[in-house]
């Protein structure tokens, strides 16, 4: 019993990234329908971002400071947050028009250049994450060990979302990204700014992932330019299963995807725990593709 | 139906003229060797730690006057990290540009790709890291200069049982690398057959970040040791997460831990950890010493596992060919002459020289190659004590 | 002669022409070529054949199918368990002969291979009943990595080893006679009734349904059509080179999309073209190998901006040709 509550609080410690990066994927779905296929190598840079910042103003180790720790995740968050909106104006806005296979097909390359330019950039070898919080072990009821780094990550995720959430239901820009979400052009008739809406879209998922990278590397303090290929594409299913759209729906898909993934390797495999993210989606698609929490999207004529 | 196939011949061509000119131009005052390795894709970082061993090896010759005043060149290729472009880059190697000897690959399954190629062409390839049994056994131009699965496997079991005296282990295996899988299945042979039980057997995938799922399931069958034969990338982070759900017990591994990243990433969660080691980087051996440091100041970090092996592997080759130098010079000269059956000879004189390798002083241990053409070097168990290696045994072959 | 006779008798002319064509040219290169360009032709026949299979399902039936490596590894790994398990049992043909003896073997091996590859397709073609665009696409790259994971832990292929011990057996030969076979049958299809059933389901998908023509089913017609020759190519690859799930990840999924979206989605030609350019090129930019992804992906990108219907177009999607 112990184990499964064990299981537990690590998927759901482990499912608020997945949830973080869902974000970025299903506002981007809502409002573009694109699968933004290079969100998880922005999940990547935003890790490598706080890498190259925590090691300039020495914020890890023996620096480290919750001042500092904060100085580090926003900056990270800044800077995806600018390279979402960039990649936007590049590479999305050009094809917005074209044929869904095309944008798919540009979101891929997008993925392949970050990956690659990380690999050259900022080199193959895995590198050290500094710690920007020394790590505490912390022993819950029922026996089960966490960390401090773990809680952290839960919080910190609850804390974004929440704030998400009233920016987007509470905020004029709020609505007005809900509003390009419903009819892109029925909201540029009402005057609404679409182009600024979807770049502010982009920049707010990136700023997300990033804080997603910042969580990871903070807990599992190894990352690699290759780091977001596996974690983009279960939030994506994750996304997927909470319904794509949904903002909330994310959230949930996320902890499912997580929670999910920790059962099946402690009582099926742990040699099929890639696998399982497919598997899910194959049945999510099959049984109810609207997903947990989603409106009936596709067309049934 | 011909004209519709005329863009086909065109790219052929294209591609036949921008072939031409890169295969004649050879110099004849120089030893070409080829190297492939992964340079890109996903096992990238392997790639490149073995082509700087080799680099360093090489520049440091030639900078000493090359092989008794010959120089020796080196062709490198990207083989992207798959098996099928490792025995494209070595058709290139040995049929273009026509080496006459090939450096190659760390993973086994690239070697076992490219080692036919080899074999065929009777061009002797030095593998630095490939530890199937199955690379060898190819043919007998194909050698390698590390230890085998069933040696290291066979010495950790030894290791876990009878110096630490433990006799319920765990196996963490990496599922997607073949020098895991391999190393896991000859460890627990030998465990067994030692009198050993494992009581868990689990699996990641390299590049992930999160083992907790799995060291939880672990954790729950109270093994005495976790034995994790994997790459260093993910043993730190392993070693992490089990002391954060407070399993303590010693972890051992092979020589993919080696890498100063290890403990970087690692750091204390590594205290009371073994592995397998090629070297011991406090040993004073000054070649030893040279090669770190030479490495750490060119590269900007000190040389994993496979860069010192790489190195070693640039050595035993060069050695061979300086020792064909001086016993059959005229076999020598044919070796820096065109593809002909004259060099053909020559490069059969050369694996003999190769095979014959016997306590050549490499930074990995003294290197002889026996029968199968496999390395024979002692293992060195080191145990990691405040952030310090230690040495703890040697387990002779 | 009747005219059924007399087509028949031609069919048969064309074929034996095809297998004189293979087995020429295998011979010029065997004896003008040094074996590394012999291997890139040999390469390229492959990648011809998966360029034109994938281009059935993309390009002329226009859904998105971004797994297609996952067809390849089934053909190359059920037809290397095939020759490696069955065929010693069967036909007491061992690993190491050679020569006409194991032209049937490898024919039937092919034929698993194929045939497995289908029923593979004829999986993942399923979905596509309620399944639109981009959630089919994921679906087919999910089926792709699921494929690779399976593999991955069957010891009895090997797994992460890799499956030592198949023979080599395929050559230029084959690889030819494969391509012309995959490019005859996809061409005499496109041009077929079928073939316009597929681009009406490409063109317009509603109106096709509208129209009555029953368009699942020719959505997994055309998975199971193109997994057969993907299939095919993979069993041919299996029985050239180190079979090793690395070979089959989604990257190399996405060097096939790369090479029918340069040749032009719905062009066959242009998939052919694709191929050979996208297999030759990289050989002779070796000296920019380190750059050669960072290339691709800008490759894309531009292509998809400024000409998605690449080099040649939907061609064979207007009337005639």
């Known amino acids: 019993m112990q184990e499964l509550f064990q299981q537990l609080a690590n998927g759901i410690a482990w499912g608020s990234i997945y949830a973080l990066i869902a974000l970025g994927y299903t506002m981007v779905y809502g409002i573009l329908r694109l699968i933004n296929f290079a969100h998880g190598d922005v999940y990547m840079v935003g890790a490598f971002a706080a890498y190259y910042i925590a090691s300039a103003t020495g914020a890890g180790g023996a620096g480290a400071s919750l001042p500092m720790a904060l100085l580090v995740l926003l900056g990270a968050m800044l800077a995806c947050a600018l390279l979402g909106m960039l990649i936007e104006l590049l590479a999305y806005r050009p094809v917005r028009r074209s044929s869904r296979i095309t944008a798919l097909i540009t979101a891929i390359g997008v993925s392949l250049f970050l990956e690659n330019f990380g690999l050259r950039v900022f080199g193959a070898d895995p590198k050290f994450f500094p710690q920007l919080i020394p790590p505490k072990r912390i022993m819950l009821a029922g026996g089960v060990m966490v960390t401090n780094h773990q809680i952290t990550v839960v919080v910190v995720s609850i804390l974004l979302m929440v704030a998400l959430t009233l920016f987007i239901q509470r905020t004029k820009t709020g609505k007005a990204m809900r509003a390009v979400a419903f009819h892109r052009d029925a909201a540029s008739l009402m005057g609404i700014p679409v182009n600024r809406i979807i770049t502010i879209t982009f920049a707010i998922g990136s700023a997300l992932a990033a804080a997603a990278g910042v969580l990871v590397g903070l807990t599992n303090p190894k990352i690699e330019p290759l780091m977001g290929i596996m974690p983009g594409i279960k939030a994506f299913v994750a996304a997927v299963l909470g319904g794509i759209g949904s903002v909330p729906g994310a959230v949930i898909g996320g902890l499912v995807m997580g929670v999910s993934e920790y059962l099946v390797v402690g009582y099926i495999s742990s ?13 999510v698609l099959l049984i109810r593709p609207a997903g947990l929490l989603g409106r009936n999207v596709a067309e049934k004529v | 139906m011909i004209r519709s196939l005329r863009p086909w011949w065109l790219a052929l061509a294209l591609v036949l003229l921008l072939g031409l000119p890169t295969g004649c131009a050879k110099k004849s005052n120089e030893i070409v060797i080829g190297e492939y390795g992964s340079l890109t894709g996903t096992t990238a970082t392997f790639g490149i730690s073995s082509k700087n061993g080799i680099e360093l090896y090489l520049d440091n010759l030639n900078a000493a006057g090359g092989v008794g005043g010959t120089k020796v060149k080196v062709i490198v290729e990207d083989d992207q990290s798959k098996p099928e472009e490792a025995a494209t880059a070595v058709n290139k190697l040995v049929d273009q540009d026509g080496v006459i000897a090939v450096l190659g690959e760390v993973a086994s399954s690239r070697s076992m790709a490219a080692a036919p190629i080899c074999q065929q062409s009777g061009v002797p390839m030095i593998s630095p890291s490939s530890t199937n049994p199955k690379v060898t056994e190819i043919g007998d131009y194909i050698f390698r200069v590390c230890f085998i699965d069933p040696f290291q496997g066979q010495m950790i079991a030894k290791f876990a049982k009878e110096k630490l005296g433990l006799t319920k282990a765990a196996v963490f295996r990496d599922i997607k690398n073949d020098y895991s899988v391999g190393l896991a299945n000859y460890f627990t042979d030998a465990y067994h057959a030692l009198g050993g039980t494992i009581v868990a057997d689990e699996a990641y995938s390299e590049g992930d970040q999160d083992f907790k799922a799995q060291l939880t399931v672990i954790k729950s069958k109270k093994p005495q040791v976790l034995i994790v034969p994997g790459y260093y990338t993910e043993v730190g982070l392993i070693a992490r997460q089990a002391r954060e759900m407070g399993l303590d017990v010693p972890m051992v591994g092979g020589d993919g831990w080696v890498s100063d990243k290890l403990i970087e990433i690692g750091q204390d969660a590594l205290n009371g950890c073994y592995h397998v080691n090629h070297y011991w980087e406090e040993d004073p051996n000054p070649a030893i010493q040279k090669f770190v440091t030479e490495y750490k100041s060119r590269y900007n970090a000190k040389p994993d596992g496979l860069a010192a092996l790489a190195y070693d592997a640039a050595g035993v080759l ?11 010079p005229a076999a020598f ?20 020289r190769i095979a014959s390798t016997k306590d050549y002083p490499g930074v990995t241990g003294r290197i002889t190659l026996d029968a199968a053409r496999n390395a024979v070097k002692p293992a060195v168990f080191v145990g990691i004590k405040n952030g310090k290696y230690e040495f703890v045994a040697a387990v002779e072959p | ?8 008798a031609r069919g048969l002319l064309w074929v034996a022409a095809a297998l004189a064509l293979s087995l020429g040219v295998d011979r010029l290169a065997v004896n003008w070529l040094n074996p590394y360009f012999y291997r890139i032709l040999v390469l390229c026949g492959l990648n011809v054949m998966l360029a034109l299979s994938l281009n059935l399902v993309n390009g002329i039936t226009g859904q998105f199918s971004i797994g297609h490596a996952g067809f390849m590894a089934v053909g190359a790994y059920a037809s290397a368990a095939f020759t490696v398990y069955a065929v010693p049992q069967l036909f007491g043909v061992d690993p190491n002969a050679s020569g006409l003896v194991v032209v049937a073997p490898l024919f039937l091996a092919l034929l698993v291979g194929g045939l497995t590859s289908a029923a593979a397709g004829f999986l993942v073609g399923l979905p596509s009943m309620r399944l639109r665009g981009d959630y089919l696409a994921i679906v087919t790259l999910g089926f792709g990595e699921i494929i690779r994971v399976a593999i991955l832990n069957i010891d009895a292929v090997g797994g992460a080893r890799g499956f030592a011990g198949i023979p080599r057996r395929t050559d230029l030969a084959w690889v030819i006679a494969g391509a012309l076979a995959t490019w005859v049958v996809l061409r005499n299809l496109l041009r077929s009734y079928h073939g316009r059933a597929f681009l009406a389901i490409r063109e317009d998908e509603i109106a096709a349904e509208a129209l009555g023509v029953p368009t699942t089913r020719y959505k997994v017609t055309a998975f199971v059509v193109a997994a057969f020759f993907a299939g095919v190519a993979g069993a041919l690859f299996a029985h050239y080179t180190y079979l090793h799930t690395n070979s089959f990840t989604f990257m190399k999924s996405i060097e096939v999309i790369v090479m029918v979206v340069l040749g032009g989605m719905g062009s066959l030609l242009g998939s052919v073209l694709g191929a050979t350019v996208l297999t030759a090129l990289p050989e002779a930019l070796r000296f920019a190998s380190s750059e050669r992804l960072i290339i691709y992906s ?16 939907k061609t064979e999607g207007k009337r005639g040709k």
Request: net charge positive; glycine share 4%.
């Open chain 1, 271 to 283: 040699t099929y725990r890639d696998a399982i993210a497919f598997v899910i989606l194959i049945l």
């Open chain 2, 318 to 328: 060069t050695s061979a060919l300086d020792r064909l130098r001086t016993e059959d």
């Open chain 2, 333 to 352: 000269k044919a070796l820096l002459g065109p593809r002909n059956e004259a060099q053909k000879a020559a490069r059969a004189k050369l694996r003999d």
């Open chain 3, 1 to 8: 002669m009747s005219p059924r006779k007399s087509r028949f």
């Open chain 3, 298 to 313: 800008l490759l894309l990108i531009v292509l998809m901006i400024a000409r998605p219907q690449g080099i040649l177009g």
